[in-house]
């Protein structure tokens, strides 16, 4: 089975400082997707990132980048810079790569709510 | 236009009631979801449609029932809810089930609120 934990349950920070949420994941399938996507205040789940488990390079997007080590089993998302519209809910999550089985299905963390005060 | 569109976005309803929730996307998906998620947790799959054919149910009680008209649209019909089913629903869409782990878009959701 399928398995992601975000440990951070909330993070307050103050504006224009960097923050790290953690993501940490588990499955014992070779082929997979881990996701990355923002939950605002007003309900839509806004897609971030998409990353393979056979591509390990980080990735930068603006003030966004995302560290994917396999060797850790982690998938880390910092935002440089918070802003106060960075204030959401973030959700790691994993989806099987595999055909067959249950790879339509995303895993979803607990999510960690960030709030950035000005 | 990478865009799904719920309506309504809120409703309360009571329990003897029936409602329908709507979604609408055009980005030519043939893979069509519902979400159910609760204040402070993740969304939890309900059903998933492929093909405008329902290919999974996770076991979700049959007053939900849900419909995929065309491929654009899809449709959860709510009959004798329970307080307990009060939630945020989610509807998404993505390319196609599962190949490539395509990420799926969501739509706002609707604030079902039953009474």
């Known amino acids: 089975a399928q398995k992601v934990t975000q440990a951070q349950t909330e993070i307050s920070v103050v504006e224009k400082e960097d923050v790290t949420l953690d993501c940490v994941y588990e499955?014992?399938?070779?082929?997979?997707?881990l996701f990355w996507y923002k939950q605002p205040p007003s309900g839509e789940l806004v897609f971030l990132i998409r990353r393979n488990s056979f591509d390990e390079q980080n990735e930068i997007s603006g003030r966004y980048s995302w560290n994917f080590q396999k060797s850790t089993s982690s998938f880390n998302f910092t935002i440089t810079a918070s802003q106060v519209v960075d204030s959401a809910v973030y959700f790691c999550?994993?989806?099987?790569?595999?055909?067959?089985?249950?790879?339509?299905?995303?895993?979803f963390g607990k999510g960690t709510l960030l709030t950035v005060n000005p | 236009d990478t865009e799904v569109t719920q309506t309504p976005k809120h409703l309360v309803m009571g329990m003897t009631n029936k409602k329908s929730l709507k979604c609408e996307q055009h980005?030519?998906?043939?893979?069509m979801y519902w979400y159910k998620q609760k204040a402070k947790k993740p969304p939890e799959l309900m059903f998933v449609y492929s093909y405008e054919k329902l290919s999974i149910n996770e076991s979700v009680p049959s007053r939900f029932s849900p419909e995929c008209p065309n491929s654009s649209l899809l449709n959860l019909h709510l009959h004798a809810l329970q307080p307990e089913d009060s939630a945020l629903y989610l509807c998404?869409?993505?390319?196609?089930?599962?190949?490539?782990?395509?990420?799926?878009?969501f739509g706002q959701g609707t604030r079902l609120t039953v009474v």
């Open positions: 499955t014992r399938d070779t082929t997979y997707y």
């Open positions: 999550a994993l989806i099987r790569g595999n055909s067959g089985g249950s790879n339509y299905k995303l895993t």
């Open positions: 998404a869409s993505s390319p196609i089930v599962g190949q490539g782990g395509t990420e799926a878009f």
């Open positions: 980005m030519g998906h043939r893979a």
